[in-house]
C-alpha cells in the first residue's frame, strides 16, 4: 500500500473507532499533533490507537508510553506501521 | 463492624493478618474461567460461593457473590452489634451501602442475558449495583431509607457519609453503612485494558509500583448517635467526612491532586481539626503510578509535616467499592489498638516526593485517623475516625 | 426541603427545547426513546465518548451550568448509569476473549459517568455523587440534596435523575417481565391488561437550593418505602398526608406513576381511593415510559405544570381540568417494589 493511501486509510480509521464524529478524515493534517492541541486527544485515546494498531495492523505496543512516541501525528504512525505492521 | 477480604474472613482474622504482615495477594485465581487467573495477582477473599451460600443458607435464586460477600460483613457486624430485629426492621434504622460491580461479576450470564441468547437466567433482576441492598433490605425486612452509592472506588466511603447525614439530619436514627465488591471477569477486563494492573503483587508509594492488584471484600459498619450510646461497645467516632471532585478526568488525576487535597482539607475542617493533629493516614494507595504520586503531592501540599501513613491495598488488593469501608474497618482497628499497619513491600520512596510510608507493623499513639478513597470521575473522599 | 430554580428535561417527548406536551411522541419498537438535541453545548472532543444516558445528563445540565455562577455540588440518580457501553465492552470481551480491549466504553460505562462528565465540563471541584438504587435513586439523590442544603445553607446544587434504555439492557429487562409483549400505543398504555409497562428514558436536571425567591417549586417532603405489601403502602400514604397536608389544604393534583402494568395497578388505585373525594389525577408514564428515575421526570412535570398554571390534557385521568394548581403529591412505585411519595408546592 501506497504511504499516501496509508495516511488516508489510517485517518479514517482514526476518526470511525475514536467517534470523532464532527471531524472530517480528509481535514486532519498530516503533521498535525494528536494530543495536546490539535486533535486534542487524552490518555484513554492512546490506548485506544494502540489497540486500533493491534487490530488492523498486527502491531503490539506494550507499554503505552512507548506508544505516545509513536503517535505523534499521523506522520510519524503511518511510518512505524509501515515499518512494522504484520497485517 | 464486620469485614470480609483477602486477609480474613472476620474483623479477628483481618486484625491478625495486619498485625503479623500476612498478604492476602495470590496467584490463585480461582473463581470463574479467566485468561488473568495465571497472569495476574488477585486479593481474592478465601470463600468460593458455593461454600458461602452454605454458610449463609442462602437458597434464593438468583443471589450474586457480590451480595453473599455483603451478607457475611453484616452478619457479623449485627452480631457484634447485638441489633434486635426489631431495631432491624425498625423505619428509623438506614442502610447506606455500595456497590461498583453488583451482579455483574457474572459476566458470562449478563452477556447471554444482554445478547438474548438464553430464555432469562436467574440473575435478570441481579445485575445492577442496587440488587445487593435490594437484596439485604429483603433479607432483613429493612422498613429504613436504603440506598446504593457507585462512585467507583470511594463509593463506600460516600456510603458512610450518607448514613451520617441521613442520622444527622433526622432522616434515620441509627445508620448501617458498608459496602461491597466481588471479583468480575469485566472489571478484570477494563482495569487491564486501561494498563493499571500490575503482574506481581502491589507495592504502594514505592519508586517501582507497576500498578494495582484487584481484590474483593466487604464491610459493614453501624453507625449510632452519640445520645444512643450509654451502655454500649463503641469503636471510634466518625469526626470529619468530606467529598470533593477532582474534575480533570475520567481516570486519572490531575498531577496538582486538586481533589484529593479538597477531599482531605475539607474533612479536617468538618472535624475541627488541624493538620498536625492527624495521627496517621489511611490512604487510598492503589499501587498506580498516578494515584500514589498525586495523593502523594496533595499530602504535602496540605500537610507541613506528612503524619504516619500506610496504604493496607498491599494486604487486600484494591477492593473498589468497598475499599472505603473494609479501609474505614481497619483504621477503627488502629484507633481501638494503637498501631499502625505497613505498607508491604515498601522499598524505596517515589523521588519527586521522597515520602516515606510506615514499613512495618508498630504500636504507635493514634489519635485521629484519615482515610482516603479516591475514584475514577475525580470522585475524592476523605473520612476521620478518632479515638474515644 | 429544598426549591427548584431551573429544571431540564430530555425526555421521549417535547420537554427540552420548544416544551410542547400537547403532541405525544409514541414509542418505536416498544420503546419511548428520548427526542436528543443537539448538544451544541458541549464540546465534540467530550460529546464523542459520551453513551446516552451521559450524553442526555450532560445536555440537560448544559443549560444550569451556563445559568448558574457557582454549584456547590453535583447530585445525580441513575439506575443502571451507561449500561449500553457496559456491554459494549463486555461483547469486546467475548469477541476478544480477553485479549487486547478498547478501554473507552468501560471508562464510560461506570455509573458516576454522568456526574463525573458533568463535574469536568463544569470544572466544578466540589461536592459530587452517584445514588444508584434503583427505583429510589432520584428520592435519595433528592433527599442527599435537601441534606446538603441543611448542612451549608445558601449553596446551589444541580441534583438529576437520568437512565436509558440500551438494546441490551432492553433485553435483559425484557426477560424480567417488564416490559409489555404486545406493541402498544401510549394512549392506550393505561387501558391494558397485561404484565410490564413501556420502556422509557430520560435525564431530567434541576438546580435547587434554600432559597425561596423566585422558585418555580418547592419540594416538601419525600418518603419511601421498600414493600409488595399494600397494607404498608396506605398506611405510608395516610401517614404522609396527616404529617405534611394540613386539614384545610387541597391536594389540587395526585400525579400518579401508574405504568399500564396489570400487576402494580393495585397499588395506585389504592392510594387514589385514600385520597379526599374528586382529587384530579394525572398520569405520567405515557409521556416517559418506566424506568428507574422516572420520578425525575415527573417532577419536572410538576414544575412545568405549576410553571403553565395548567396540566396538559392528555395526563388527566377522567374529565377534569385542573388549573394553577398549588400542591401536587406523586406517587410512583418502580416494579411494585420501591415506592415514593413526593409533595411538590408551587412558591
Not at chain 3, 250 to 276: H, M, Q, V, W
Request: a negative charge.
Amino acid at each position: 500500500m501506497e504511504t499516501a493511501e496509508l495516511k488516508k486509510q489510517l485517518k479514517q480509521q482514526i476518526v470511525q473507532f475514536l467517534n470523532l464524529t464532527s471531524v472530517n478524515p480528509d481535514d486532519i493534517k498530516d503533521d498535525e499533533p494528536l494530543f495536546g492541541e490539535g486533535l486534542g486527544l487524552d490518555s484513554i485515546d492512546s490506548i485506544e490507537l494502540i489497540v486500533l494498531l493491534s487490530r488492523e495492523y498486527g502491531i503490539d505496543i506494550k507499554d503505552p508510553k512507548e506508544g505516545r512516541k509513536i503517535l505523534v501525528d499521523i506522520n510519524t504512525m503511518a511510518a512505524y506501521i509501515e515499518q512494522h505492521r504484520t497485517k | 463492624m464486620g469485614v470480609i477480604s483477602a486477609v480474613g474472613n472476620s474483623v479477628a482474622e483481618n486484625h491478625k493478618s495486619l498485625v503479623e504482615g500476612l498478604c492476602g495477594i495470590r496467584n490463585e485465581f480461582d473463581l470463574f474461567p479467566t485468561k488473568y487467573a495465571e497472569l495476574l495477582p488477585f486479593g481474592q477473599v478465601r470463600i468460593s460461593t458455593a461454600d458461602l451460600l452454605k454458610k449463609l443458607h442462602v437458597t434464593d435464586p438468583g443471589v450474586t457473590r457480590t451480595s453473599l460477600l455483603a451478607l457475611h460483613a453484616l452478619n457479623e457486624m449485627l452480631q457484634d452489634a447485638g441489633l434486635s430485629p426489631a431495631a432491624l426492621s425498625s423505619s428509623e434504622t438506614a442502610l447506606a451501602g455500595a456497590s461498583t460491580v453488583g451482579g455483574m461479576c457474572l459476566t458470562d450470564e449478563l452477556y447471554a442475558d444482554a445478547n438474548k441468547k438464553t430464555d432469562g437466567s436467574p440473575y435478570t433482576s441481579s445485575y445492577d449495583c442496587a440488587s445487593v441492598n435490594m437484596y439485604l433490605q429483603k433479607h432483613y425486612k429493612m422498613n429504613g431509607i436504603i440506598n446504593t452509592i457507585n462512585t467507583a472506588c470511594s463509593s463506600s466511603a460516600n456510603s458512610i457519609m450518607y448514613g451520617a447525614m441521613l442520622m444527622k439530619n433526622g432522616f434515620a436514627k441509627r445508620a448501617i453503612v458498608g459496602g461491597v465488591d466481588s471479583l468480575a471477569k469485566y472489571t478484570i477486563n477494563g482495569f487491564n485494558a486501561l494498563h493499571i494492573l500490575s503482574s506481581e503483587k502491589c507495592t504502594p508509594f514505592d519508586e517501582d509500583r507497576k500498578g494495582l492488584n484487584l481484590g474483593e471484600g466487604a464491610a459493614f459498619l453501624l453507625l449510632e448517635k452519640e445520645e444512643d450510646i450509654a451502655g454500649k461497645k463503641v469503636y471510634a467516632e466518625l469526626t470529619g467526612f468530606c467529598n470533593a471532585n477532582d474534575a480533570y478526568h475520567p481516570s486519572s488525576l490531575s498531577d496538582e491532586g486538586d481533589g484529593p487535597f479538597l477531599s482531605m482539607q475539607g474533612a479536617l475542617k468538618q472535624a475541627g481539626l488541624s493538620a498536625g493533629q492527624v495521627s496517621f493516614i489511611n490512604a487510598h494507595g492503589t499501587g498506580t503510578e498516578n494515584n500514589d504520586e498525586v495523593e502523594s503531592k496533595a499530602m504535602l501540599r496540605l500537610f507541613e509535616k506528612v503524619p504516619a501513613f500506610a496504604s493496607t491495598k498491599a494486604y487486600t488488593g484494591h477492593t473498589l467499592g468497598a475499599a472505603g469501608a473494609v479501609e474505614a474497618v481497619y483504621s477503627i482497628l488502629s484507633l481501638i489498638h494503637q498501631e499502625a499497619y505497613p505498607t508491604l513491600r515498601f522499598k524505596k520512596a517515589i523521588p519527586s516526593t521522597g515520602l516515606v510510608p510506615v514499613g512495618s507493623y508498630k504500636k504507635m499513639p493514634v489519635q485521629h485517623v484519615m482515610s482516603n478513597s479516591f475514584g475514577f470521575g475525580g470522585n475524592c473522599s476523605s473520612l476521620i475516625f478518632s479515638k474515644v | 426541603m429544598l426549591y427548584i430554580h431551573q429544571a431540564y428535561c430530555i425526555s421521549p417527548q417535547k420537554t427540552f427545547q420548544d416544551v410542547d406536551l400537547q403532541e405525544l411522541h409514541e414509542p418505536a419498537e416498544k420503546r419511548l426513546l428520548a427526542i436528543e438535541p443537539l448538544y451544541d453545548g458541549i464540546p465534540p472532543g467530550v460529546l464523542r465518548r459520551m453513551g446516552r444516558a451521559v450524553r442526555m445528563g450532560a445536555g440537560a445540565s448544559m443549560p444550569i451550568i451556563k445559568n448558574t455562577a457557582e454549584l456547590d455540588g453535583i447530585i445525580i440518580g441513575t439506575g443502571k448509569g451507561g449500561m449500553e457501553d457496559c456491554i459494549k465492552f463486555l461483547n469486546q470481551i467475548v469477541q476478544y476473549e480477553e485479549g487486547l480491549l478498547a478501554p473507552g466504553n468501560f471508562v464510560q460505562s461506570t455509573s458516576n459517568a454522568v456526574a463525573a462528565q458533568v463535574g469536568m465540563m463544569s470544572k466544578n471541584r466540589s461536592y459530587n455523587t452517584t445514588h444508584v438504587h434503583r427505583g429510589h435513586a432520584f428520592e435519595n439523590a433528592l433527599i442527599d440534596a435537601a441534606m446538603q442544603l441543611n448542612e451549608f445553607p445558601g449553596s446551589n446544587y444541580l441534583l438529576g435523575g437520568v437512565d436509558e434504555i440500551s438494546d441490551f439492557d432492553y433485553n435483559i429487562e425484557n426477560l424480567d417481565g417488564a416490559y409489555k409483549q404486545e406493541s402498544i400505543s401510549s394512549k392506550d398504555l393505561y387501558q391494558t391488561d397485561t404484565p410490564g409497562s413501556i420502556a422509557g428514558e430520560g435525564a431530567a436536571m434541576f438546580l435547587v437550593n434554600d432559597q425561596a425567591e423566585n422558585a418555580i417549586a418547592c419540594i416538601n417532603a419525600v418518603n419511601m418505602l421498600h414493600s409488595q405489601d399494600l397494607a404498608q403502602l396506605e398506611k405510608l400514604l395516610q401517614q404522609f398526608i396527616s404529617t405534611h397536608i394540613p386539614a384545610g389544604e387541597k391536594i389540587d393534583l395526585f400525579l400518579s406513576g401508574e405504568s399500564g402494568d396489570n400487576r402494580t395497578l393495585k397499588f395506585y388505585t389504592a392510594c387514589e381511593s385514600l385520597l379526599p373525594v374528586n382529587t384530579p389525577v394525572a398520569r405520567f408514564k405515557h409521556l416517559s415510559g418506566e424506568y428507574a428515575t422516572a420520578s425525575s421526570f415527573a417532577v419536572w412535570l410538576a414544575c412545568y405544570i405549576m410553571q403553565q398554571q395548567k396540566v396538559p390534557g392528555n395526563m388527566m385521568n377522567g374529565p377534569v381540568e385542573v388549573l394553577a394548581p398549588k400542591t401536587i403529591l406523586l406517587y410512583n412505585n418502580y416494579k411494585g417494589l420501591q415506592h415514593s411519595f413526593i409533595l411538590i408546592r408551587k412558591n
